[in-house]
């Protein structure tokens, strides 16, 4: 299958920083990638739609000014958490469309914040 | 927010026996995915069953669906201690075609 990369796989950084998360397809171009968010033993929840080359689709509950998200080409997703306090520390997963059905994923970041 | 929940949460079974979950949906889909995560990683796309379909089938994995009652199964049969995964259905509906994940079943599997 096509492979999604995301970077960095872990990062700790103090409360009140931001932190930026990568997300690429190194084989295949994505109009479209997703956003999710995994706490601990639990299912992964949808944050935002990310189109390239428009602003992202935030689902019901989730701040846009706290999780930016830049789409800028057809292979790089951007999640940056802004001003990250403690209760912001999960496992972050994107991925990409390739087709009408298909969703390839990345491997994950786990965020901590101190 | 979840589409629906999956039975059991935990399953633990020997090696060589089968290992059966359950998916239930509440809306109606254009088709219903499995995906397994190895703890900590990503999500691996294993099977993609449409509305229209009941069965599928690929190597040692067989997904049912029933429209009528808005429910899935996936079957994994001469189960190894590879599989141990959390096993997770994800409904696709509507023109966004977005994935809608199920609570998810832990399964392990003894060597």
């Known amino acids: 299958g096509a492979v999604v990369s995301q970077h960095p796989s872990r990062v700790i950084c103090k409360s009140g920083t931001s932190v930026k998360i990568e997300c690429r397809s190194l084989d295949f171009q994505a109009t479209t990638m997703f956003w999710y968010r995994q706490f601990p033993k639990q299912s992964l929840m949808l944050m935002a739609t990310s189109n390239e080359g428009s602003k992202a689709t935030y689902e019901q509950g989730v701040e846009k000014d706290k999780f930016l998200i830049n789409h800028a080409s057809l292979t790089l997703s951007t999640l940056t958490v802004t001003s990250a306090h403690p209760e912001d520390s999960s496992f972050y997963i994107c991925?990409?469309?390739?087709?009408?059905?298909?969703?390839?994923f990345g491997p994950g970041t786990r965020l901590t914040v101190l | 927010s979840q589409q629906g929940e999956e039975d059991p949460q935990a399953l633990s079974i020997q090696e060589g026996e089968n290992a059966t979950m359950n998916c239930s949906y509440k809306?109606?889909?254009?088709?219903l995915q499995w995906y397994r995560q190895n703890s900590g990683r990503g999500l691996v796309h294993l099977i993609l069953i449409r509305s229209n379909e009941r069965e599928k089938h690929s190597g040692r994995l067989r997904v049912t669906l029933d429209t009528s009652k808005k429910s899935s199964s996936l079957l994994i049969t001469a189960s190894r201690a590879a599989d141990t995964a959390s096993y997770f259905c994800?409904?696709?509906?509507?023109?966004?075609?977005?994935?809608?994940f199920g609570s998810g079943t832990q399964l392990t599997v003894l060597p």
């Open positions: 994800a409904t696709v509906s509507g023109s966004a075609r977005q994935l809608t």
């Open positions: 991925s990409a469309r390739a087709d009408r059905d298909t969703q390839y």
């Open positions: 809306t109606s889909i254009n088709n």
